[in-house]
């Protein structure tokens, strides 16, 4: 069964840092875009970016540019948000999604991702 897990998610300072994890199983992620997304508390989800299937594209939105960036080990199944110099306002829970094929440097609409994760949540507090 083709399933998405997310990991890494925690408690950390304002300023500090996380890495999320967005495994599959069931199936390769190499040729798969993989989006990030996030929902905080009694907000609609909204997306934080997505990653190419090789990876040479990544693209973020709004409030976490220059701050969270995406990466990937096709090689280990797995795609990377690093989320540096966090702020209390990216509390909430992080989900990561896969749909097949290359969008280029733009990320798919939301409905287009076939597989989504169980998300894990994200708090920063002091």
């Known amino acids: 069964q083709a399933q998405l897990v997310e990991s890494g998610g925690g408690l950390v300072q304002p300023g500090g840092s996380l890495r999320l994890s967005c495994s599959a199983s069931?199936?390769?992620?190499?040729?798969?875009?993989i989006g990030w997304f996030r929902q905080a508390p009694g907000k609609e989800r909204e997306d934080v970016g997505c990653?190419?299937?090789?990876?040479?594209?990544?693209r973020v939105d709004g409030s976490v540019t220059g701050r969270f960036t995406m990466f990937r080990d096709n090689a280990k199944n797995t795609v990377y948000l690093q989320m540096d110099s966090l702020k209390p306002e990216d509390t909430g829970v992080y989900s990561c999604?896969?749909?097949?094929?290359?969008?280029?440097?733009?990320?798919?609409?939301?409905?287009?991702?076939?597989?989504w994760g169980q998300g894990t949540q994200v708090t920063v507090s002091s």
């Open positions: 999604a896969a749909v097949l094929g290359d969008y280029g440097p733009w990320c798919p609409e939301t409905y287009k991702y076939a597989y």
């Open positions: 069931g199936f390769t992620l190499d040729r798969y875009v």
């Open positions: 990653i190419s299937a090789d990876g040479s594209s990544t």
